[in-house]
């Protein structure tokens, strides 16, 4: 018999055990003879691992079982190895989910699109394989990514600064300023770069398809690029005005696309909504979701109650232009 290195010994080990299972008590120099190991270090690997090996809390029930009598040796699984494990159908969309994006993200930073298939990609072939009805399964997709993702990763790592012209959503106009890229993320399918803004002199959040373009320059960076730093939320929820607003409770469903929302059960079968707004470009949306059963009680603005009847006024005018 050959000497086996620890890697080969564990191998071993992996595929010795289930035919021991199986065979309900074979002979220890049968089992050595098989599968080409010493004797004595299957003993000792049976004996001082494999009794070691199961899943929490580490309870008898819960480890593998091994019994060795009279130069025989039985294997008992616990209960929690006798079934395949198994991913629920959220777990396993949220797996490929995140496999596809990785790999896209990897594909556009290397300019390289392989034709061969490589490890992860086959992968997510085999995940794709447990789904039921693959056929028709949807396919979750980031957002395609703008063309700026692989140039502002390359600002990361290269710890250089970046002059950026940036669509403002909430005021609809190209706004030119110079940042510090820290870190890109992606959340709700979009791709998200977090950065230092020299304009503000604060950590902003750009959302990076509204990168209308991106230059290069020379400036050295007033900030260090921290790798342990924990992403910002979008907007500091505290320093946000909140609006009040009271819809039928049977439309509950209308307000759950939206984060943050603090929903209070009023009488009347209403419920009212507490909302942060970062935006009256924001507000109006989801004004226009509400619908006209809803009813602003509180706002943090002057317009009041006239904001619902300008926002339908500025919708009539896009159909009509």
Not at 65 to 85: G, L, Q, T
């Amino acid at each position: 018999m050959n000497k086996m290195n620890s890697l080969e010994r564990t191998k071993r080990l992996l595929a010795v055990l289930p035919w021991i299972e199986s065979q309900n008590g074979p002979f220890l120099d049968e089992v050595a003879r098989r599968f080409d190991y010493p004797e004595e270090e299957l003993v000792e690997d049976l004996e001082n691992v494999v009794f070691f090996v199961g899943v929490y809390p580490f309870t008898p029930d819960c480890l593998i079982e091994v019994s060795i009598s009279e130069d025989r040796v039985w294997v008992r699984y616990a209960d929690w190895f006798r079934k395949p494990m198994k991913l629920a159908a959220h777990e396993l969309s949220n797996l490929r989910a995140a496999g596809i994006a990785l790999l896209e993200f990897t594909e556009i930073l290397s300019g390289e699109f392989e034709e061969e298939l490589g490890p992860l990609e086959r992968g997510l072939a085999k995940l794709s394989a447990f789904q039921n009805d693959s056929q028709n399964a949807v396919e979750i997709k980031l957002a395609t990514p703008s063309k700026h993702l692989g140039d502002v990763q390359s600002s990361i790592k290269n710890n250089s600064v970046i002059e950026i012209d940036y669509l403002v959503a909430s005021r609809n106009e190209v706004d030119t300023r110079k940042i510090e890229p820290q870190q890109i993320f992606t959340n709700e399918g979009k791709w998200y770069l977090q950065a230092y803004c020299r304009k503000s002199a604060d950590t902003r959040t750009f959302r990076i398809d509204r990168i209308r373009d991106l230059r290069n320059v020379k400036d050295v960076r007033e900030t260090e690029i921290n790798k342990d730093q924990k992403r910002e939320t979008f907007f500091n929820l505290e320093n946000l005005p909140i609006a009040r607003i009271d819809i039928p409770s049977e439309e509950i469903h209308l307000s759950e696309s939206f984060s943050n929302i603090e929903v209070e059960e009023i009488p009347n079968e209403k419920i009212r909504l507490h909302c942060p707004i970062a935006s009256q470009t924001w507000l109006k949306h989801l004004l226009l979701v509400l619908g006209s059963n809803s009813k602003l009680i509180e706002i943090p603005f002057e317009e009041g109650e006239s904001m619902k009847s300008k926002t339908a006024k500025d919708l009539l005018k896009i159909y009509t232009s």
